[in-house]
């Protein structure tokens, strides 16, 4: 664990390895610590120093010799949460730059990207659920969403989308199964689902493929027969789905809304 964290410090496997023998075996010389460790010791300076730069080590004359030691370990924790401020900087940063990215990207040519198996169509749904768009529209065969991906993986997407705040308006094509597909496929996960749900037309039963859009991106998901996925971004044809969609959406009947 020790090891990971100093990896996420910018400190390398060497670094760490010095300043666990350091633990280990207490104040040590240059020359101690590049022996013990099989490092030669002009490398063995250089971790010192770095880790004397992040305050982990100090250095100390004793008996006419040049001692390192560690310094108080708490200063881990210093360093972590002096890293954890600078992410929530680099957050906020980012977060102010996200529009100027998205206007950018709209404007590229159309992305393609295609996903095979049970993993590759919840990979493609995550591009929506981590899309940072709050508004969505779905339209797809509830029963063979849930056969192809399984009611725990479902609901691990519900519970993320409701978590991101991404309002869904659904479309669901008819089934009989109704009342047992809406309880598999939307467990309470929270005060508020943030969804609007309806059942299309009877004659729209059988709807081989779905697909789930917010912003520019849509992503397509296939039967449990075919078990593919693949997700486009493109504002025509985002533009063109939404069209078809509200003609739906008006023809449809009212499952659930919270």
């Given at each position: 664990?020790?090891?990971?964290?100093?990896?996420?410090?910018?400190?390398?496997?060497?670094?760490?390895?010095?300043?666990?023998?350091?633990?280990?075996?207490?104040?040590?010389?240059?020359?101690?610590?590049?022996?013990?460790?099989?490092?030669?010791?002009?490398?063995?300076?250089?971790?010192?120093?770095?880790?004397?730069?992040?305050?982990?080590?100090?250095?100390?004359?004793?008996?006419a010799k040049?001692?390192?030691?560690?310094?108080?370990?708490?200063?881990?924790?210093?360093?972590?949460?002096?890293?954890?401020?600078?992410?929530?900087?680099?957050?906020?940063?980012?977060?102010?730059?996200?529009?100027?990215?998205m206007k950018?990207?709209?404007?590229?040519?159309?992305?393609f990207k295609?996903?095979?198996?049970?993993?590759?169509?919840?990979?493609?749904?995550?591009?929506?659920?981590?899309?940072?768009?709050?508004?969505?529209?779905?339209?797809?065969?509830?029963?063979?969403?849930?056969?192809?991906?399984?009611?725990?993986?479902?609901?691990?997407?519900?519970?993320?989308?409701?978590?991101?705040?991404?309002?869904?308006?659904?479309?669901?094509?008819?089934?009989?199964?109704?009342?047992?597909?809406?309880?598999?496929?939307?467990?309470?996960?929270?005060?508020?689902?943030?969804?609007?749900?309806?059942?299309?037309?009877?004659?729209?039963?059988?709807?081989?493929?779905?697909?789930?859009?917010?912003?520019?991106?849509?992503?397509?998901?296939?039967?449990?027969?075919?078990?593919?996925?693949?997700?486009?971004?493109?504002?025509?044809?985002?533009?063109?789905?939404?069209?078809?969609?509200?003609?739906?959406?008006?023809?449809?009947?009212?499952?659930?809304?919270?």
């Open positions: 664990m020790l090891k990971d964290t100093f990896a996420e410090l910018g400190l390398s496997e060497s670094c760490y390895r010095v300043y666990a023998t350091l633990l280990e075996y207490g104040p040590s010389s240059a020359k101690q610590i590049s022996e013990r460790l099989e490092l030669n010791r002009p490398s063995t300076y250089d971790y010192l120093k770095a880790l004397t730069n992040k305050g982990l080590v100090m250095e100390r004359f004793e008996d040049n001692l390192f030691q560690v310094d108080d370990p708490k200063q881990v924790t210093r360093l972590l949460d002096e890293r954890i401020e600078q992410l929530a900087v680099q957050r906020k940063q980012v977060a102010l730059e996200i529009p100027a990215l950018h990207a709209d404007s590229v040519d159309p992305t295609f996903y095979t198996g049970k993993e590759g169509v919840r990979q493609a749904l995550n591009q929506i659920v981590y899309s940072g768009e709050t508004d969505s529209i779905a339209m797809w065969s509830i029963e063979d969403v849930v056969n192809l991906l399984g009611g725990p993986e479902m609901v691990d997407i519900v519970k993320k989308r409701v978590q991101n705040k991404v309002y869904v308006r659904g479309i669901w094509s008819y089934t009989d199964n109704l009342e047992d597909m809406n309880r598999k496929f939307n467990p309470t996960v929270a005060e508020e689902s943030l969804r609007e749900v309806r059942m299309a037309p009877k004659e729209m039963q059988n709807l081989s493929m779905g697909y789930w859009l917010a912003g520019n991106t849509v992503a397509f998901v296939s039967s449990k027969r075919e078990a593919f996925g693949f997700v486009l971004r493109s504002r025509d044809f985002a533009d063109f789905l939404r069209s078809q969609f509200e003609m739906v959406w008006q023809a449809s009947t009212l499952i659930v809304k919270d």
